[in-house]
């Protein structure tokens, strides 16, 4: 299984990039997946996640520092997920990793954020948002 991650770049602040997030040998047809983030000196912080259980939408989960700009979805082939970002600042640079369990099963809810809970990572993608 493998996660591949694509979509950095440079960017102003204010601007708009869209990061996605192949999967290969597997899909997100069911359980967690989601992005984080780190900058150098920093561990790695939760930005976004989907978590469902096979049937239907799922749920979606944000950090406080993007709820309302930025947007996690999959395609409808379940074999890409992406996460469109809006009103970008200079404190969202960062390596963007795409994650996701081998398990197909939902998290529980304190678990969602946790780092520990995704056990598949894609190798990670420069976001810098800069004038």
């Known amino acids: 299984v493998q996660l591949q991650a694509s979509g950095g770049g440079l960017v102003q602040p204010g601007g708009s990039l869209r990061l996605s997030c192949a999967a290969s040998?597997?899909?997100?047809?069911?359980?967690?997946m989601g992005w984080f983030r780190q900058t150098p000196g920093k561990e790695r912080e939760f930005v976004a996640a989907?978590?469902?259980?096979?049937?239907?939408?799922?749920?979606?989960h944000y950090s406080d520092s993007v709820k309302g700009r930025f947007t996690i979805s999959r395609d409808t082939a379940k074999t890409t997920m992406y996460l469109q970002m809006n009103s970008l600042k200079p404190e969202d640079t960062a390596i963007y990793y795409c994650v996701t369990r081998r398990s197909p099963n939902r998290l529980v809810q304190s678990a969602i954020r946790s780092i520990s809970s995704y056990d598949l990572w894609g190798q990670g993608t420069l976001v810098t948002v800069s004038s």
């Open positions: 989907i978590n469902h259980s096979g049937g239907g939408s799922g749920t979606t």
């Open positions: 040998g597997r899909t997100f047809s069911s359980g967690a």
